[in-house]
């Protein structure tokens, strides 16, 4: 067993997926911290335009050197959007980052926006050029399919919000907070998400201190596997609306493993176009 699992750590290290340069800080806070830079390489900043200003929307990971996973309810049709990858810090000029454009976005086809709870919240970006990787950009992990994280599995949000506070600024500097899985079991509970959350869908927090907030969307949710490689298992969704944080609701995040099988056939079909 230990030479397949040395196996698959190299082989992971070797396609930039899942091993950072820069070890994330894995301490246990719970409320919200910087991270430590570039310490979470596959983390994009989705970005708009109005009236000549890129403004944070939305995070996303870096799945493929052309592709980049985000949430479906990140997507407006009516917006002209940007990738920006290596970011640290959003007002500050830096070395090694890159803005790139859309060449096409695609968002799953079941996905509603007047019912998210159906689930189906993922839309695939392929850039208009593939990034070169480097220790400030590097590919995410995703989990083999069908995983699903045992309760309390130790995984970490990262994004652009101040997650401590219902409403609170887009954060200049990437955050990170831990956040343990709720099993569907827990996380279906009547006084927790209900029918609400489905199979297709995984749970964290729910502590009523940390949860995921403004700018999250779309972002990762980050657990390490046995291996010792960091994989994607989940792109932030939804929160109740009594608040980011409100106990016994955790943020809910559309469960990746459950659509390895689309991103594949996607990544395919690259002649499809946004609808």
Known sequence: MIPIVLASVLIASALGCGTPAIEPLTSRV??????????WPWQISLQYE????????????LIAANWVMT??????????YRVFLGKHNLVEDEAGSNAILPETIIV????????????NDIALIKLSESVTLSDQVQLACIPTA????????????TDGADSTVTGGPIA???????????????????DWWGVAVRTSMVCAGGDGIVGGCNGDSGGPLNC???????????????VSGLGCNYV??????????????WIDLVKKTRHLEFP
Request: net charge neutral; glycine share 8%.
């Open 146 to 157: 069908g995983t699903m994280l045992a309760n309390l599995y130790p995984c970490y949000i």
């Open 50 to 61: 109005r009236d000549g200003v890129w403004r944070h929307t939305c995070g996303g990971s």
């Open 248 to 261: 016994k609701k955790p943020t809910v995040f559309t469960r990746v493993s459950a659509f390895n099988d």
């Open 224 to 238: 390490k596997n046995s291996e010792g490689v960091w994989e994607v298992h989940g792109i932030a969704s939804f």
């Open 108 to 119: 799953h086809e079941q996905w509603n926006p007047i019912f998210v709870a159906l689930g």
């Open 30 to 39: 719970v409320n919200g911290e910087d991270a430590k830079p570039h310490s």
């Open 71 to 80: 949430a479906a309810h990140c997507i407006n049709t009516n917006l002209s």
């Open 172 to 190: 200049d500097k990437l955050q990170q907070a831990l956040m343990p899985v709720a099993d569907h079991a827990t996380c279906s509970q009547p």
